[in-house]
T-cell receptor
Framework: QKEVEQDPGPLSVPEGAIVSLNCTYSNSAFQYFMWYRQYSRKGPELLMYTYSSGNKEDGRFTAQVDKSSKYISLFIRDSQPSDSATYLCAMSPYNNNDMRFGAGTRLTVKP | NAGVTQTPKFQVLKTGQSMTLQCAQDMNHEYMSWYRQDPGMGLRLIHYSVGAGITDQGEVPNGYNVSRSTTEDFPLRLLSAAPSQTSVYFC????????????FGPGTRLTVT
């Protein structure tokens, strides 16, 4: 069983929809949670970072962490075609050396 | 700032050949790392460095060597390429080991035949 599970999709939504992306994990020691966005043929870029449980909002993006359920989510409001990318969740108990990534969910937002 | 740069963008190797993937950053970051990305799997850490002269193994180090003689450069060497090393390789850097904002390079697509 993988430490981090992420539905690969693909996920296709119309422009303006609310998108929900999710990851589950098995290691209860994870306490740092990140979401990366990766455009086709590019390197990942950090989108959101959350420590421990709770919500964090940044513009149209909201990250949620539920440590009791070992479940994290990324919500995208008013989705745009420019949001079309693969979204990777990542998490770590301590630092970058112990980080584990999900396989990524490919999202397409259709105009 | 160029950020993190990687060369080459693409490479095809025959089994048994060796090569070096180059990585450089101009942000004066202490922490640098190499990942591989395979379909259906998350990014996996190969090797990392916390500063010039200091390197260590990550999750999947076998078949790879690294060195770090300067803060800016962190090359990854494939000693004897195998088809299982066909992957996309990303170099990343961050201010420190505990700084979770890692900056990734554009990647090198490697095929081993």
């Amino acid at each position: 069983q993988k430490e981090v599970e992420q539905d690969p999709g693909p996920l296709s939504v119309p422009e303006g929809a609310i998108v929900s992306l999710n990851c589950t994990y098995s290691n209860s020691a994870f306490q740092y949670f990140m979401w990366y966005r990766q455009y086709s043929r590019k390197g990942p870029e950090l989108l959101m970072y959350t420590y421990s449980s709770g919500n964090k909002e940044d513009g149209r993006f909201t990250a949620q962490v539920d440590k009791s359920s070992k479940y994290i989510s990324l919500f995208i409001r008013d989705s745009q075609p420019s949001d079309s990318a693969t979204y990777l969740c990542a998490m770590s108990p301590y630092n970058n050396n112990d980080m584990r990534f999900g396989a990524g969910t490919r999202l397409t937002v259709k105009p | 700032n160029a950020g993190v740069t990687q060369t080459p963008k693409f490479q095809v190797l025959k089994t048994g050949q060796s090569m070096t993937l180059q990585c450089a950053q101009d942000m004066n970051h202490e922490y640098m790392s190499w990942y591989r990305q395979d379909p259906g799997m998350g990014l996996r850490l190969i090797h990392y460095s916390v500063g010039a002269g200091i390197t260590d193994q990550g999750e999947v180090p076998n078949g790879y060597n690294v060195s770090r003689s300067t803060t800016e450069d962190f090359p990854l060497r494939l000693l004897s390429a195998a088809p299982s090393q066909t992957s996309v390789y990303f170099c990343a850097s961050s201010y420190s080991t505990e700084s979770y904002e890692q900056y990734f390079g554009p990647g090198t697509r490697l095929t081993v035949t």
